[in-house]
């Protein structure tokens, strides 16, 4: 029976796993909770391929505990009945550790199932989860589990792994590997942190490798082929793609115009305009605003013209507007005051429009000025002082001028005015 590589050489121990230093490193404080044997329930928050499963399959073989292992995907109430049917018996003399893939995918009566025996001891639960546990994980099972996050495994942390499976490989095929210089850290760069792919890769290059006699050649060209996209982590419903968003905004709005390049070749390459061209609009407003009012209209252009371009000439427009916001100047004045002014109104506090600046439906008679409405336009500057807001926000302020050229522009002109 076929086994993949992945499988076949999956780490044993603990110090064979690659990557996870900050909670599997000598001291890690997961390292040293498996190591005192006694194993509360857990949940595992991370990429896959990351080796959440492997850890799980560690403990259960130091712990002597029965493992039983479910995906959430496929699984349902009666897989778990199952799991706690053979508790209590000689099949599971020191209970069950139940590793439980996709968690996220359980609803909450399905949860909730597992709860008196998690409580009881009897069973011991492992989840996994890609997602954000507390978006994803009902409370019950969060306030009974310890939460730790597996994190992308880096390059330089897959190139021993790559390196032992090249060696695997050639030891159960009785070949010698000729590598090419760049294979290897092709495969380590295009795993995109997912040592399982890495490893299915070395694989692929040794099924589809130019044999002479005992010897394989590994070309980079094939690594190139077997690692084609896979770096990209990319759900449009998940945490990667708002994780890409996020960091998208926070660079141009740090002004690092290179890494807000970098956040948006990741959504173009995963085929997505429609998200950056929506958050661009959003940065021009929200972080660049007033200082320089212009953006918007420009972004607004680049946006119109990747949607009628599409990929992969989108690409040219979008890079535009990334530079030309993460470039510009600053202000967040306008957001932070529409905020204000809306938390005012959530709370309740809006109170009667003044008399002066209600509609009258006869404007033409000239009745709003018995209103006692003074008309800007008839006065100097076109302006001339009057309340605006309701009585009960008389004194608010929710705008303030940001510390901009265009902004302490506009201020000192108001004050000169005003």
């Known amino acids: 029976m076929y086994r993949p590589l992945a499988d076949e050489i999956r780490p044993i121990s603990l110090d064979e796993i690659v990557g996870q230093e900050h909670i599997l490193g000598k001291n890690g404080l997961l390292r040293r909770i498996i ?38 995907t ?12 053979e508790l209590d018996t000689l099949m599971t003399p020191e209970g069950v550790l139940l590793y439980l893939d996709e968690i996220q995918y359980f609803n909450k009566k399905q949860q909730q199932s597992l709860l008196e025996f998690i409580e009881n001891g009897k069973i011991t639960l492992i989840a996994s989860t890609t997602e954000n546990p507390y978006f994803y994980v009902f409370n019950a099972i969060l306030s009974r589990s310890t939460i730790f996050e597996f994190k992308q495994i880096t390059a330089r942390e897959a190139i021993p792994a790559i390196r032992r499976a090249i060696n695997y490989m050639e030891k159960r095929e009785g070949l010698e590997a000729r590598i090419e210089p760049e294979v290897i850290d092709r495969i380590a760069y295009g795993c995109g942190g997912d040592l399982r792919k890495a490893i299915n890769a070395v694989e692929l290059l040794f099924s589809a490798g130019k044999r002479e006699g005992k010897t394989i050649h590994l070309t980079a060209e094939d690594a190139e082929s077997v690692a084609q996209r896979s770096a990209m982590r990319y759900d449009r419903d998940g945490d990667a793609h708002y994780d890409i968003l996020s960091a998208l905004q926070k660079s141009i709005r740090g002004s690092d115009p290179d890494a807000g390049l970098h956040y948006l070749a990741r959504l173009l390459e995963a085929g997505d305009i429609i998200s950056p061209c929506r958050r661009l609009l959003v940065i021009a407003s929200e972080d660049i605003g007033l200082a320089y009012p ?54 309740g506090k809006t109170g009667d429009i003044p008399r002066h600046l209600q509609n009258v439906h006869a404007d033409s008679t000239g009745l709003e000025r018995k209103q006692g409405y003074e008309y800007p336009h008839d006065y100097p500057n076109h302006y001339v002082p009057q309340q605006y807001l309701p009585d009960e926000l008389k004194n608010v302020r929710y705008y303030e001028y940001g510390d901009n050229k265009t902004e302490q522009a506009a201020k000192r002109y108001w004050e000169d005015i005003k």
């Open 294 to 347: 212009q953006a918007i209209s420009i972004v607004k252009a680049c946006v119109d013209s990747a949607m009628q371009l599409g990929l992969p000439e989108a690409r040219i427009p979008l890079a535009q507007a990334v530079i030309l916001l993460a470039t510009t100047p600053k202000s967040n004045s306008a957001y932070k005051a529409i905020n204000q002014a809306m938390a005012d109104v959530r709370a």
């Open 74 to 85: 496929t699984a349902g109430i009666s897989d778990i009945k199952a799991i706690i049917d």
């Open 35 to 72: 190591e005192s044997g006694r194993i509360p329930n857990m949940i595992f928050y991370g990429p896959s391929g990351t080796g959440k499963t492997t850890v799980a399959r560690i403990i259960a073989q130091q712990t002597k505990r029965t493992l039983r292992r479910l995906n959430a």
